[in-house]
């Protein structure tokens, strides 16, 4: 299994602010999905993100608003840009497991923007 | 009509009984199934781990799948108040699938 940190684990920002989450994986793998889970909504698949090209989004995200960053095969960036009160949300990181693929999770990062 | 139905309860149970949790889909290319444990102000934890249909046991819990009626339900067995928590279930068909949760609270 893959142990996954966040950071930071939670934050109050400001409209119009924006806030860059990071996420540790403590072993290399080759893809790293970030999500958004809002109460009482299953967990929203924002992008993948894969070392060493553009990150890939889903519908209804845009790198203008969500870019992210990988640099290498443990780490990844999301930053949620020009934030308003409509992007409060638990914002988490994923990585598949090996050779199964079942996901693991972080902690998540709860964003509150006033 | 949504990939994956989970009924959001919220369910209360007393301790030691037995829970039932479940999980509708419309994908048939599913094969792939988990259940994942949320506490609050934490991320999702793999709880199970299913491929194909069929039974898998561990410990208290029994995670079963039934592609015939598209239908996945976990059981807890013996249910204790460490037991409350956000259950999800997933299916994976290249990419992920989730479930709102089922908010499950055991009263000691």
């Known amino acids: 299994s893959a142990v996954i940190s966040q950071k930071p684990s939670r934050d109050i920002c400001q409209r119009g602010t924006s806030l860059t989450i990071q996420c540790q994986v403590d072993?290399?793998?080759?893809?790293m999905f970030w999500y958004r889970q809002q109460p009482g909504q299953s967990l929203t698949l924002i992008a993948t993100?894969?070392?060493?090209?553009?990150?890939?989004?889903e519908s209804g995200f845009v790198i203008d608003k969500f870019p992210i960053s990988r640099p290498n095969l443990t780490f990844s960036t999301l930053t949620v840009s020009n934030m308003s009160p409509e992007d409060s949300s638990i914002y988490l990181c994923?990585?598949?497991?090996?050779?199964?693929?079942?996901?693991?999770f972080g902690p998540g990062t709860r964003l509150t923007v006033l | 009509q949504k990939e994956v139905e989970q009924d959001p309860g919220p369910l209360s149970v007393p301790e030691g009984a037995i829970v039932s949790l479940n999980c509708t889909y419309s994908n048939s290319a599913f094969q792939y199934f988990m259940w994942y444990r949320q506490y609050s102000r934490k991320g999702p934890e793999l709880l199970m781990y299913?491929?194909?249909?069929g039974n898998k046991e561990d410990g208290r819990f029994t995670a079963q799948v039934d592609k015939s009626s598209k239908y996945i339900s976990l059981f807890i067995r013996d249910s204790q108040p460490s037991d409350s928590a956000t259950y999800l279930c997933a299916m994976m068909e290249v990419q992920f699938y989730f479930g709102t949760g089922t908010s499950l609270t055991v009263i000691p």
């Open positions: 993100a894969n070392q060493g090209s553009e990150a890939t989004y």
């Open positions: 994923s990585a598949p497991g090996e050779p199964y693929n079942e996901q693991f």
């Open positions: 072993s290399q793998v080759t893809m």
């Open positions: 299913t491929y194909s249909s």
